[in-house]
């Protein structure tokens, strides 16, 4: 072969990212990322492309190289005003803001105040199974997991609990509009209006009476003396029932399809001990994440495998890629609950574990690494515990499935199962 | 008497939760460990960022002290 064939022989097609083929299955590409163009220039989309679980992780830890913002504060872009959310924490980069706007919420999602909200997960969960157990049957996804972490979340800021039903609908508009623009980020916004409409007075209760809800947090909030503003406010609110609750739900359609589908042997085991629910969340986060990719863009020329990147690059990071990666996880392939290559309890910002293991790349590393890591493991465990609980002799509706993909344009790229029957003796 | 952040070593998982909340307060070391950056809590301002540290720890392994 001469060095042009063998050239052209890796070479990839930049339009390959755009196919349903890549959509329904993107592991193949990303396997040829790894081993061929580990620092891949896709020309095409103006962006490069980190495959590798080490340099995935090296980019997330180098706050000074890779900045997350499009845009800097106090520049002539007005925050908010093309963000299907309005004015939130995602705009701000590795900025001070940035900081502040995490630390009103963070630690309510971790600890000793996430322990105080199990029960209340708990009683939703119960409730949610409660409406369908005794049919015989159920489709998880419209009825179960497009409805539990979405009333977890408005529970825990204090809004009314029969307005759910409101809430549920406006957040599946509100996750349509994050994806590509069009017609659903046109409904995004008409329904991040109707809310921010409905949370205005709920907000000035909460000035005039702060409680002890998570909105009264928020709104109490000060840095450096001054509070948010009602949009700021009305923006972290949109941002948290949607980050809050989307990928939650993605999340238990995607351990229950592995159960079903992918390891009905595993799935046993897991029936004998409900503990290994956690590994099967972990595993569900290595072997095909909610969450693909992450954005970032570089601050200054970097050079990694051989090229260089330009400063203000726009980079691509390949969870989904980096989590399959051979040179890390033995079998990267095979969904395993039981396996010793990969730190299977709970998640790490650092990415830095005491046992030495290497753990999976779902919630990101670092600066922007999940909020809710704690609290989406919590609720997904729970949650899948209770349905094997109720659901007896839990099994597929139907031997074939699509699939998990990133099915529409609209879904902004995040994987799950549109559908998931599930037959079970009542 | 001062008041000072305490990181107990044997309940720390190094989360990095405490360092990149409060990178005024607290920074990683070698070994992954955190360390206290100043050495007293003196102004409201550490205490109110203190006190977001200790929450944000999911090992509950930092506290204030006064020594």
């Known amino acids: ?426 | 008497m001062t008041l000072k952040l305490r990181i107990d070593a044997r309940r720390c998982f190094k989360s990095g939760e405490c360092y990149y909340n409060h990178p005024g307060l607290l920074a990683v070391g070698e070994d992954g460990f955190p360390r206290a950056l100043a050495p007293e809590i003196a102004t409201d301002r550490q205490k109110h960022e203190a006190k977001q540290a200790i929450e944000v720890c999911p090992s509950q392994a930092i506290s204030l002290v006064e020594e």
């Open chain 1, 1 to 426: 072969m001469s060095t042009m064939e063998a050239f052209l022989a890796k070479a990839i097609d930049p339009r390959e990212f755009d196919q349903p083929a890549f959509q329904r299955n993107p592991f193949p590409l990303y396997k040829r990322l790894r081993d061929d163009h580990p620092l891949y220039h896709d020309r095409f989309h103006n962006r490069w492309i980190i495959g590798r679980y080490e340099d995935v992780v090296a980019a997330f830890q180098d706050n000074a190289g890779f900045d997350r913002a499009l845009y800097k504060p106090g520049g002539l872009h007005k925050f908010g005003s093309e963000h299907v959310f309005g004015p939130n924490i995602l705009e701000y980069g590795n900025s001070p803001q940035h900081r502040f706007l995490r630390n009103v919420v963070a630690g309510q999602f971790v600890g000793n105040r996430l322990d105080a909200f199990l029960p209340m997960i708990e009683k939703i969960a119960h409730e949610l199974i409660d409406r369908f157990v005794a049919s015989g049957e159920v489709e998880l996804v419209e009825q179960f997991t497009h409805q539990f972490p979405i009333r977890v979340i408005s529970n825990m800021l204090g809004l009314p609990r029969q307005d759910e039903d409101r809430f549920v609908g406006w957040y599946q508009a509100l996750i349509a509009g994050l994806g590509f623009g069009g017609i659903h980020l046109a409904r995004g916004i008409a329904a991040r209006n109707e809310m921010w409409a409905y949370l205005t007075p709920l907000i000035e209760a909460r000035r005039e009476h702060p409680g002890d809800d998570l909105l009264s947090r928020i709104v109490g909030a000060e840095l450096d003396g001054v509070r948010m503003s009602n949009e700021e406010i009305k923006g972290f609110v949109a941002l948290l029932l949607a980050a809050g609750g989307d990928t939650t739900d993605k999340a238990i359609a995607n351990m229950w399809f592995h159960m079903l589908y992918t390891r009905p042997d595993q799935f046993e085991d897991v029936k004998k001990d409900p503990a290994l629910w956690s590994n099967v969340f972990t595993e569900m986060m290595r072997y095909d994440p909610v969450v693909h990719m992450q954005f970032r863009q570089t601050t200054r020329e970097i050079e990694l495998r051989g090229k260089v990147m330009p400063e203000r690059a726009s980079v691509t990071l390949y969870l989904g890629a980096g989590n399959r990666d051979e040179r890390v996880f033995k079998n990267p392939d095979t969904f395993d609950i039981h396996r010793d290559d990969l730190h299977m309890g709970r998640e790490n910002r650092s990415g830095r574990y005491l046992d030495g293991k290497p753990g999976h790349l779902g919630f990101g590393i670092g600066q922007h690494f999940c909020m809710g890591y704690a609290m989406a493991r919590q609720e997904a465990v729970i949650a899948c515990t209770r349905l094997a609980e109720a659901l007896r002799k839990p099994r597929p509706k139907f031997e074939v499935h699509e699939g998990i993909t990133a099915p529409s344009i609209d879904s902004g790229g995040f994987r799950s199962p549109s559908a998931l029957w599930i037959a079970y003796d009542n």
